[in-house]
T-cell receptor, first 114, second 113 residues
């Protein structure tokens, strides 16, 4: 069974440019998460989807970050415009149901903003 | 406000010995705790969990202990193997209301041959 797929794996952009990350969760997983992981820190939740609905986006900086999960499967996370402090690893995860169900993580996208 | 803390950034253990990784939490609403393991360039993978109704959960070489009064949990790995070298994250949540996972900063475990 395929795991969580993320692309791209690495992205280098100039500040003020837009960037987008894509995630394909495990088939049948209704819940999808986007996490931010800064160097030396644990993952921090940005947004959680249950099917198409964003049920927890309280930590998403909505002035520059946006996300969507059309048709309740794939998801994209966008940053526009990117800032130097956005350099981090962006992880996508999925689970069958609630956050306390086992979450399966993708390999992440490492973003470098110059 | 770090609700889940792993105060040891790194730990080095001899192969075959016991590895003990520690985690402290501050939020008394947390009632479900997990450990995730992460290799370089990979996402974290689930290792073991424990509910607050228990004080110990064991799975093969891995045992998690929970001390609710001290708001402390620990992961024991015995015997430690070279493949256990990774970053270990402690995470906590509240089952009621299906609250999000809150992760600690991680501890890098190195197993020396």
């Amino acid at each position: 069974e395929a795991g969580v797929v993320q692309s791209p794996r690495y992205k280098i952009i100039e500040k003020k440019q837009p960037v987008a990350f894509w995630c394909n969760p495990i088939s049948g997983h209704n819940t999808l998460y986007w996490y931010l992981q800064n160097l030396g820190q644990g993952p921090e939740l940005l947004i959680r989807y249950e099917n198409e609905e964003a049920v927890d986006d309280s930590q998403l900086p909505k002035d520059r970050f946006s996300a969507e999960r059309l048709k309740g499967v794939d998801s994209t996370l966008k940053i526009q415009p990117a800032e130097l402090g956005d350099s981090a690893v962006y992880l996508c995860a999925s689970s069958l149901g609630s956050p306390v169900d086992e979450q399966f993580f993708g390999p992440g996208t490492r973003l470098t903003v110059l | 406000d770090q609700q889940v803390k792993q105060n040891s950034p790194s730990l080095s253990v001899q192969e075959g010995r016991i590895s003990i990784l520690n985690c402290d939490y501050t939020n008394s609403m947390f009632d479900y705790f997990l450990w995730y393991k992460k290799y370089p360039a990979e996402g974290p993978t689930f290792l073991i969990s424990i509910s607050s109704i228990k004080d110990k959960n064991e799975d093969g070489r891995f045992t998690v202990f929970l001390n609710k009064s001290a708001k402390h949990l620990s992961l024991h790995i015995v015997p430690s193997q070279p493949g256990d070298s990774a970053v270990y994250f402690c995470a906590a949540s509240s089952i009621q209301g299906a609250q999000k996972l809150v992760f600690g900063q991680g501890t890098r475990l190195t197993i020396n041959p």
